[in-house]
């Protein structure tokens, strides 16, 4: 059992961390947390119904460190959003850390992102960006989340995404504004809880160096965490997509924030689904996304046909033409990522 004492006057941080058969990437990840220079915290371990040695492991961390709680997963939807939801419900902190069972967090991470909520009373969050990297982190591939310029909605609306799931520390008062994570969407999570982040209005500080290790490649290809080679390809992933894009307009619309330059991030967004039902060969489906985004005021008539003749031409496999490659790059963030430019 942990003996030293608590500083009563610093704010307990409460660590989330969702995990399903993950047993060997989830001690490491524990450890990181246990090597924090900042020792007032507590790690909430859901496990979504693991079948490894998840269960025997978190015994064993809990047993040696009473800062680490172990709960199962309630009730019969699974889902990484479900298990943050329910951390949340028994966390006891002031401020609260979404930690990916695969991710890493650098000793200094809790102490630096404390110290600047301390000498800003007024902001909900700190955000820091995140060395990538693969096995071993003392190589790193590059930095998610660095500045690049663009204002933080328009970056995430170009899919160059200023945000990773344990970026920011946050005040347990401020995501009351923000509410649960979307237990119905199976991927897309982030996407969806900092957009309505950013539309709620919390003020928020953003560290230049970052602070914690996302982990690019896992070993367990079934685990829902990194799910972006599931997100473009099956059925229920390609419908929440539609559900949040939808919803994204909506709320862009409701708040008078929908230029015509966000209109047409959002309308890329549609037209990338378009070309995942194409690849199941489902031209009705590509068609009727397409026309939704027409619908939805994204984009004009004229471009709406073109995306129509587009998808045909795609669909017969005749796309390469650079009509059409000109326009396509319009919606830039689609080009990148047709190009493999972009990480998803």
């Not at 600047?116 to 930095?143: C, H, M, S, Y």
């Not at 909506?250 to 929908?258: F, G, M, R, V, Y």
């Not at 995306?307 to 326009?327: A, D, S, T």
Request: hydrophobic share 40%; with cysteine.
């Amino acid at each position: 059992m942990v003996t030293e004492e608590m500083n009563s006057e610093q704010p307990l941080v409460s660590v989330i961390i969702p995990t399903y058969n993950r047993a060997d990437l989830l001690s490491e990840t524990l450890h990181s947390v246990q090597a924090q220079t900042y020792t007032n915290w507590e790690a909430i371990v859901v496990d979504d119904g693991s079948t490894d040695n998840t269960e025997k492991l978190d015994a064993s961390y809990s047993a040696k460190d009473e800062r680490i709680r172990f709960f199962k997963r309630q009730g019969e939807i699974k889902g990484a959003n479900v298990c943050r939801n329910q951390g949340m419900k028994a966390s006891r902190g002031d401020l609260i850390l979404f930690l990916d069972s695969d991710d890493l967090l650098a000793p200094c991470c809790l102490t630096n992102r404390i110290e600047i909520l301390k000498r800003n009373p007024d902001i909900g969050a700190v955000f820091a960006p995140a060395f990538i990297f693969e096995d071993n982190v003392a190589i790193t591939t590059g930095i998610f989340g660095k500045n690049i310029g663009a204002g933080d909605l328009d970056s995430l609306l170009v899919m160059r995404f200023p945000f990773q799931t344990s970026s920011p520390l946050w005040r347990k008062s401020a995501l009351s504004s923000i509410g649960n994570w979307d237990e119905t969407l199976p991927s897309w999570q982030d996407v969806d809880y900092f957009f309505r982040m950013l539309v709620s209005g919390i003020w928020y500080q953003k560290l230049c160096e970052p602070d914690f290790f996302f982990r690019s490649k896992i070993q367990n290809v079934d685990s829902y965490e990194k799910t972006s080679i599931n997100q473009f390809l099956e059925n229920t992933h390609l419908w929440a997509a539609e559900k949040l894009f939808k919803s994204m307009s909506t709320a862009l619309q409701a708040k008078d924030w929908l230029t015509w330059q966000r209109a047409h991030y959002i309308a890329g967004f549609y037209l990338l689904i378009a070309e995942c039902w194409l690849r199941k060969r489902d031209i009705k489906k590509a068609l009727n996304i397409w026309r939704q985004a027409y619908r939805d005021d994204l984009i004009g008539r004229r471009v709406y046909y073109q995306g129509v003749f587009y998808i045909y031409l795609n669909y017969m496999g005749i796309n390469k033409i650079r009509l059409f490659e000109n326009k396509y790059k319009r919606w830039k963030w689609h080009w990148r990522l047709a190009k493999g430019n972009i990480m998803v």
